[in-house]
């Protein structure tokens, strides 16, 4: 008797389905591409995402290898488009997506820059060189030192106050970050909070002003209470940053639109002025055909150019709005929350991004819809111009035939004055030969029959020309 061993049946087990699709295990595995960060408070995360239009993984692994200790780095640990660094006492995350590269360097928070701080300096015990960080391959879309720290959010006036002065005294944007357990009632809330949950009335505080410094960064602050799990933190920082990156990402289609404008403005006009000139049809066809060309030609061209930024904003302001609602706000009293800044200088924007691409669209149908016309128009001076040249032709075949007739009655009264000769010259032979006959009287007689048979053979001939026999 065989007995069984594990192995064996995992062996069958691993063999019980049909064969993997080949991108079966990559697409399995893409939900754990991006694995969140865990975070130990007080962290500082020094964020810098660059345009990598240009820039290769080749590249941006060189860039890598002059970190300490990972100059054996190669380009194949970049496939992915994820990668993480532990060095000493620090991490440093690289994410590669496809218009932009994402840097992230997690270090513990200095002391000096702990709540009660004035406008600290971050990037003075900076974990990696400043020319490091200046030097990586792109160009800067966003640039965010985030600083987590620990505090009890109890007393929310005096929390406010040292949160501003900690921003630089200036007016901030601040929310208070809910919970899964908010959206609870009753005793469903209770349950939540016995089993280690986030209280119901929120988490944590994250507060911004939304302004460059003159280093170039702009500053975000998140004060979580004592006990905020590591996990927790690195969500709450991979949402802020993202949003941030996101949304001046959706604002890249903005300087697109308003360069569009002008040209838009004038091919309108133009169409405009092509149009009236159709409908008073004071310009030729060719002319208003070679205009019309250029104009959609322009169009075409805009629309081709600027399709792709369109999309993407559209895309990139989704992605906006899924990390607002993920941040779950609630109003911290004196305050705008992020979404609210956000959403009212943020959308705007984007109508404008849509109604130049509607608009933009609108205008390549109404270039196609006067193509049209002027087709039509041009289809029916052709119809009239061949109807005139068919009368022409039909005419000219007129005035052949009666041609061909007046020919036909000069062919068969020559063809006859040859016959009749032939005849005469043939009765005088035979005059000359003894016979006694007269030839003059006898071609003279003959003129009538051989007009006769003449006509008679040019008629079966024509019969046998039209019946094809």
């Not at 087990?13 to 991006?34: F, I, K, M, Y």
């Not at 975000?220 to 969500?235: K, N």
């Not at 049809?281 to 959609?296: H, I, N, P």
């Not at 559209?314 to 993920?326: F, K």
Request: hydrophobic letters at 45%.
């Amino acid at each position: 008797m065989q007995i069984s061993t594990p192995t064996d049946s995992l062996h069958s087990v691993l063999h019980c389905l049909p064969p993997d699709d080949p991108q079966r295990t990559a697409l399995h595995n893409e939900v754990h591409a991006r694995p969140s960060a865990r975070i130990r408070l007080p962290a500082l995360i020094v964020y810098v995402a660059v345009l990598n239009e240009g820039v290769s993984r080749e590249a941006e692994c060189a860039h890598l290898n002059r970190l300490p200790g990972q100059a054996e780095l190669s380009p194949e640990r970049l496939q992915d488009n994820f990668l993480r660094l532990r060095l000493d006492g620090i991490t440093i995350k690289w994410e590669r997506h496809s218009e932009f590269t994402r840097y992230s360097i997690v270090q513990p928070l200095p002391a000096e820059a702990l709540l009660g701080a004035c406008e600290p300096d971050l990037l003075r015990n900076l974990a990696v060189s400043p020319q490091w960080l200046a030097q990586i391959p792109g160009r800067t879309v966003a640039a965010v030192q985030l600083a987590m720290l620990h505090a009890p959010l109890d007393d929310a006036t005096a929390l406010m106050a040292q949160a501003v002065k900690w921003l630089g005294g200036r007016t901030v944007v601040a929310s208070l970050l809910g919970s899964n357990a908010a959206s609870l009632g009753g005793q469903g809330a209770e349950s939540a909070n016995r089993q280690g949950y986030e209280h119901p009335m929120g988490h944590s505080w994250a507060l911004t002003q939304f302004r460059l410094q003159p280093d170039g960064f702009e500053r975000m602050l998140v004060i979580a209470p004592e006990g905020t799990s590591q996990t927790r933190a690195g969500r709450i920082a991979a949402r802020l940053l993202e949003l941030e990156t996101y949304r001046l990402m959706a604002l890249r289609g903005l300087p697109v639109v308003k360069a569009l404008g002008p040209m838009l403005a004038q091919a309108e006009g133009e169409l405009v002025r092509i149009t009236a000139q159709l409908e008073n049809k004071s310009a030729s066809d060719q002319e208003l055909l070679d205009t019309l060309v250029s104009l959609a030609a322009g169009v075409e061209r805009a629309t081709a150019a600027n399709s792709y930024r369109f999309a993407a904003t559209q895309a990139y302001y989704a992605l906006v709005n899924q990390r607002i609602r993920e941040l779950r706000e609630k109003a911290i009293p004196g305050t705008q929350t992020l979404g609210e800044f956000m959403q009212r200088r943020l959308s705007p924007a984007m109508a404008t991004v849509v109604a130049t691409e509607q608009r933009l669209a609108s205008l390549s149908e109404r270039v196609a819809r006067a193509s049209g016309l002027l087709r039509t128009r041009v289809d029916i001076a052709t119809e009239v111009q061949n109807q005139q040249l068919l009368e022409k032709l039909t005419r000219g075949q007129e005035l052949q035939l009666r041609l061909q007739s007046t020919v036909e009655g000069l062919s068969i009264a020559a063809i006859s004055y040859y016959v009749i000769s032939l005849l005469l010259y043939g009765g005088k032979a035979l005059k000359a030969a003894g016979l006694p006959i007269n030839p003059e009287m006898a071609a003279g007689a003959l003129v009538p029959v051989v007009l006769w048979a003449v006509w008679r053979t040019t008629r079966r001939i024509h019969a046998k020309l039209q019946t094809g026999h």
